[in-house]
């Protein structure tokens, strides 16, 4: 394991952890400019992680959802110090910290921590996808008939034209559940379920979970087929899958 990697682990715990202080408890919830949640909760972890690669890697190039980018470059770290606010402002145990690293915008190592289950999902560029410290990957199934299938929540699938491929997905799954955000993903990568699939979202959302899938043995794209991270940082969508099904659920999407 790299020094990057053993550092994010840690990172991303130790700022997974201070969430737990808010968790299960009233807690103010304000809105962004953009109408999504953010909690102090949020506002705490994002400036642990900062703290902490400010700590050991001085000078490196930042870009996180609350306090947005500090530095130049595209070799960054990026933060998502809460993946899932609203299943955390419910108490809902299914929200994370993600944390990676990025050379030249490629995501070289991933971190998605869920504090509420203490459970650890990692990886980097060769080196495959761990849970808990233990090798993992994608399941085998080769059709959608039978398949586990999550995604975003239904108001962003119907407001982003989503929600139809869905419903013929789920025509012949064998279930098909709003397991959302990074918990969704990490499913896939973990063998869990067969796919995932993400209307709206942003880099933090997606640049520790590309590398984990890819590392697990899946599939991690757009509606189209091509790199999520083509248009930028900001309105992305992404699917992740074991790949063996990525092209069906593609073909409901053409």
Known sequence: MSSRLSFAIEAARKAGKSTLDHFHRSVVVELKEDQSPVTVADRNAEQILRDEINRVYPGETILGEEQGLTGKGLTRWIIDPIDGTKSFIAGVPLYATLLSYEVQGVPELGVAYFPAL????????????????????????????????????????????????????????????????????????????????????????????????????????????????????????????????????LAVYA
């Open 118 to 249: 203490d459970e650890m999902v990692f990886a980097s560029k060769g080196m495959g996808c761990f849970l808990d410290g233990n090798p993992v990957g994608v399941t085998k199934r080769n059709e959608v008939k039978g398949s586990f299938l999550a995604c975003g929540g239904p108001n962003s699938m119907v407001k982003h034209g989503r929600w139809e491929g869905f419903e013929e997905l789920s025509k012949t799954a064998m279930a098909t559940r709003t397991w959302s955000d990074a918990y969704g993903h990490c499913l896939v990568a973990t063998g869990r379920i067969d796919a995932m699939i993400d209307p709206v979202v942003s880099r933090w959302d997606l640049s520790a979970i590309r590398v984990i899938i890819e590392e697990a043995g899946g599939k991690f794209t757009d509606f189209k087929g091509g790199d999520p991270f083509d248009i930028g940082d900001f309105g992305l969508e992404a699917i992740s899958s074991n790949g063996a099904i990525h092209d069906t659920i």
